[in-house]
């Protein structure tokens, strides 16, 4: 059921409840209770877990491991995007 969920799931829809997990809020600032934050950061994970590819600084992996990118490793990722990103606009 939460696998269907998640296939169903758009990518606005999850980054409202992203929002929602971190801040304890809904974007229109109710706050959310303790069973409801705990139901966002539940999907937030599966949708992390089964539908992401690009990794972000911290999330589930596609096998239930939570991955973690030092600064260094994020810096190194944006750097490589901002240079491809140069190359392209100069061919």
């Not at 990118?69 to 491809?84: D, I, M, N, P, Y």
């Amino acid at each position: 059921m939460l696998s269907q969920m998640v296939a169903n799931m758009d990518q606005a829809t999850y980054l409202r409840l992203r929002d929602a997990a971190e801040t304890g809020k809904w974007p229109d600032g109710t706050v959310l209770s303790e069973e409801q934050r705990g139901n966002c950061l539940q999907l937030v994970m599966a949708f992390q877990a089964l539908r992401q590819t690009e990794h972000q600084h911290m999330e589930v992996g596609p096998d239930g491991e939570l991955v973690q990118k030092s600064k260094r490793e994020l810096k190194a990722q944006f750097t490589g995007v901002e240079e491809q990103e140069i190359m392209r606009s100069k061919v």
